[in-house]
């Protein structure tokens, strides 16, 4: 076990709520918020355009027992169906943002619902026209003061690209609109991020690397991103683009987060091959005046890579395979962790000569996490592996991959593993396969500005509820909720700190 120096931020014993079961195939869409007293949570469940559920669950905070569920879908108007597209909660607030079609024309419209903590509508507001020639973008903010909606054409032979940018407030109104122009976006955009808080710019990430004839990425085989970040002053009224390029370099997959004083943090993945591989990262800090503040790249050692090799010490690899980037965590003091795993699917085809049938199986593989450590000033200072190894048959990954906490000093990372591996000591490449979740045990690590601090389990090997970590969320410093399962029935667990 990972046990060589104290992990600064202990963690309290975990609340474990009681079990509750949920009747029907519910597609559990997360946690939303919380209260003072509550938390809610939303499950979607679509039949028809005219048969939908929107079931909110409030659970009280200090045990985690389910005190309500409440069916928020209802059709809008009289001649539309509705699809709802986002639901925030915000200012003991629920908002509700759906998609409605006329049913005697095409006509698509965008609409906002208030509901009030007794589940009452107290507003509602038709905010835009929908037309299927556009992309549509609703972000809140960071510090919940309201949401941003972005819209642009999908496909454009503009000279100049537009988005179309609104601010809603928490009355649910439109604060204002602007058109955003930039001459510099001859190419189709899609918007990766939007991310502002209610006194910053908004700061919106886009790639320009998609075919305007298929709207997908235009080489599945190559890395081809052309990043922009389209900063804008809603004060000044001022917009400001910024290219993220790395010279002889491609950049593969980037993470941008408000850091102190409403600056930006970016980092992210590049390689020198062009495969779809990492060779090292890279970080960008621009502060609330729209000024570059620094600038920096590191290329990943032999020893750094060599961690990831799995006990093959032959294998030297210049590139890492099939990363993707998942968080980028900004610390109290403007350091960062930038976070990544390694993913990849494969698809076994058995032909039986007897019976004249092809077998197809699905494997999905949620492998090592990889955790890039920065100062304040975004120089690189460490890249370590953390080894975990998933693999599952046909089912998407449903219990796989990890989630993360950010308690303003440490980052605890938390997944589905095995018991034998937790009590691995640092360096030991030799991990088991946690193959179809088999004898799991929900595992944390801690890392720390030193490196990783500990791994070891959270919950008692016995426990039968498996953690969905894709679902799970962190709503306030210091504190995650876990959502986990078993059959058709659910648990949530609250993890937070002992200081």
């Given at each position: 076990m990972f046990t060589a120096q104290l992990c600064y931020s202990q963690l309290a014993d975990p609340i474990i709520g009681k079990e509750y079961n949920t009747s029907k195939k519910e597609n559990f869409s997360g946690f939303i918020g919380e209260s003072t007293l509550a938390l809610f949570t939303a499950d979607y469940i679509y039949y028809n355009k005219r048969k939908q559920e929107l079931i909110i669950r409030q659970f009280h905070k200090n045990d985690l027992t389910l005190m309500e569920s409440k069916d928020l879908y209802h059709i809008i108007e009289d001649g539309y169906t509705n699809e709802p597209l986002e639901i925030f909660y915000q200012n003991d607030?629920?908002?509700?943002?759906?998609?409605?079609?006329?049913?005697?024309?095409?006509?698509?419209?965008?609409?906002?619902?208030?509901?009030?903590?007794?589940?009452?509508?107290?507003?509602?507001?038709?905010?835009?026209?929908?037309?299927?020639?556009?992309e549509q973008y609703i972000e809140e903010s960071e510090n919940h003061q309201g949401f941003v909606i972005a819209r642009h054409l999908k496909f454009t032979q503009l000279v100049e690209q537009e988005i179309l940018l609104s601010k809603i407030n928490l009355d649910g109104e439109k604060s204002w609109t602007k058109t955003l122009k930039s001459p510099m976006a001859l190419q189709n955009l899609r918007i990766e991020r939007i991310i502002f808080t209610h006194n910053s710019p908004i700061y919106i990430l886009c790639n320009y690397a998609f075919d305007i004839r298929t709207g997908e990425l235009s080489d599945d085989n190559e890395v081809n991103n052309k990043y922009a970040i389209w900063a804008f002053d809603e004060k000044k009224e001022f917009l400001k683009e910024f290219e993220l390029r790395l010279k002889g370099k491609w950049v593969n997959g980037i993470k941008l987060e408000i850091g102190p004083r409403?600056?930006?943090?970016?980092?992210?993945?590049?390689n020198e091959t062009k495969n779809r591989s990492i060779a090292g990262v890279f970080s960008l800090s621009i502060d609330a005046a729209l000024s570059v503040r620094n600038s920096n790249w590191h290329k990943f050692t032999s020893k750094e890579l060599n961690q990831f090799t799995k006990g093959d010490k032959t294998k030297k690899d210049k590139e890492l395979e099939d990363y993707r980037i998942k968080d980028l965590e900004i610390m109290d003091d403007g350091s960062f962790y930038l976070l990544g795993e390694q993913y990849y699917k494969y698809v076994e085809r058995v032909y039986d000569p007897n019976s004249n049938i092809t077998t197809t199986t699905d494997y999905f593989n949620y492998n090592s996490i990889i955790a890039s450590y920065f100062d304040n000033k975004g120089n690189h200072l460490w890249t370590k592996c953390i080894p975990k190894y998933q693999s599952t048959t046909n089912d998407f990954g449903y219990f796989s991959s990890f989630t993360s906490m950010n308690t303003g000093k440490n980052v605890y990372l938390f997944f589905n593993d095995s018991e034998k591996n937790n009590e691995r000591k640092e360096g030991d490449t030799n991990f088991n396969n946690l193959f179809n979740n088999r004898r799991f045990q929900i595992s944390y690590v801690c890392l720390s500005e030193e490196g990783i601090q500990k791994r070891a389990g959270l919950i008692d090997k016995t426990n039968s509820f498996m953690l969905r970590a894709k679902l799970s969320n962190q709503l306030e410093k210091g504190s995650i909720y876990l959502i986990t399962e078993t059959n058709r029935s659910s648990k949530i667990i609250k993890v937070k700190t002992a200081n």
């Open positions: 607030q629920f908002y509700l943002f759906s998609r409605m079609q006329s049913e005697r024309d095409k006509t698509e419209l965008l609409a906002l619902e208030v509901f009030d903590q007794g589940f009452e509508r107290i507003n509602y507001q038709i905010l835009d026209t929908v037309s299927n020639d556009y409403n600056g930006l943090n970016i980092a992210g993945f590049f």
